[in-house]
C-alpha cells in the first residue's frame, strides 16, 4: 500500500525559504503526478503545484513566482520550496499523488505545520 | 484562479440526503469532466470520495454521487449518516493545467 510520508522545517522567519520533503513508500514514483497543497489554519485548501514522473511542473498562478517543486526518482521523493515567506504562508502542508493523471488526488502526507513568525 | 463557489455549510438529518453544489467557469468545472470531491475530518488529512465527476474510489460508500450541470458540479450523500459530518471540498482541473480547490462546505448531521 503506497504511503507518503512528509517531513521538513516547521518554524521559519520572515523571507526564509520553506523547504518540504515526501518521499513515496509502497510505490514507484514513476507514472504519477505529485502535488503539494497547504491549507492555513480554520481555512481551506490551496493548491501550490504538481510535478509528474517526467519532471515537468505546473503551479497555482498566485505562487508561482516564489515556488520550485522538484522530483528525485531515484530516491521515491519530491520536494517543495517556496521562497520569501511571510505571515500569510502558514499553514498545513500536505503532499499527494495524482493517481488518475486528472488531477484526482487520492493518496495524501499526514501534513506538515509550518509557522511564519 | 478564483477558488470555486460551495455553501458555507449545509445540514441534514439521519437518513435524508443532501447536496452540495461546485460552481465554476467555463474554464474549469465546465470545461472539463475532471471535478473531484474530498471529505476532511477535523485533525485529518482529506479523503478522494469523487473523481472525474462521478466516479468513487475503491472502498467509498455508494452512498456518495456526484454529477455536473454546466459550470456547476454537485455531490450528493444518500442516506446521511453521523460519520459524514465532515467538512467537504471540490475541485477541478483547469485551462492552465492547474487545479482550482472549492472554499469547503461544513456538514452538519443534525
Known amino acids: 500500500q503506497v504511503q507518503l510520508q512528509q517531513w521538513g522545517a516547521g518554524l521559519l522567519k520572515p523571507s526564509e525559504t520553506l523547504s518540504l520533503t515526501c518521499a513515496v513508500h509502497?510505490?514507484?514514483?514513476?507514472?504519477?503526478?505529485w502535488s503539494w497543497i497547504r491549507q492555513p489554519p480554520g481555512k481551506g485548501l490551496e493548491w501550490i503545484g504538481e510535478?509528474?514522473?517526467?519532471?515537468?511542473?505546473d503551479y497555482n498562478p498566485s505562487l508561482k513566482s516564489r515556488v520550485t517543486i522538484s522530483g528525485d526518482t531515484s530516491k521515491n521523493q519530491f520536494s517543495l520550496n517556496l521562497s520569501s515567506v511571510t505571515a500569510a504562508d502558514t499553514a498545513l502542508y500536505y503532499c499527494?499523488?495524482?493517481?488518475?493523471?486528472?488531477?484526482?488526488?487520492?493518496?495524501w502526507g499526514q501534513g506538515t505545520m509550518v509557522t511564519v513568525s | 484562479q478564483s477558488a470555486l463557489t460551495q455553501p458555507a455549510s449545509v445540514s441534514g438529518s439521519p437518513g435524508q440526503s443532501i447536496t452540495i453544489s461546485c460552481t465554476g467557469t467555463s474554464s474549469d468545472v465546465g470545461g472539463y469532466n475532471f471535478v473531484s470531491w474530498y471529505q476532511q475530518h477535523p485533525g485529518k488529512a482529506p479523503k478522494l470520495m469523487i473523481f472525474d465527476v462521478n466516479n468513487r474510489p475503491s472502498g467509498v460508500s455508494s452512498r456518495f454521487s456526484g454529477s455536473t450541470s454546466g459550470n456547476t458540479a454537485s455531490l450528493t450523500i444518500s442516506g446521511l449518516q453521523a460519520e459524514d459530518e465532515a467538512d467537504y471540498y471540490c475541485s477541478s482541473y483547469t485551462t492552465r493545467n492547474t487545479l482550482v480547490f472549492g472554499g469547503g462546505t461544513k456538514l452538519t448531521v443534525l
Open positions: 509502497g510505490g514507484s514514483f514513476s507514472g504519477y503526478s
Open positions: 499527494a499523488r495524482d493517481g488518475s493523471g486528472s488531477f484526482a488526488l487520492d493518496i
Open positions: 510535478i509528474n514522473y517526467s519532471g515537468s511542473a
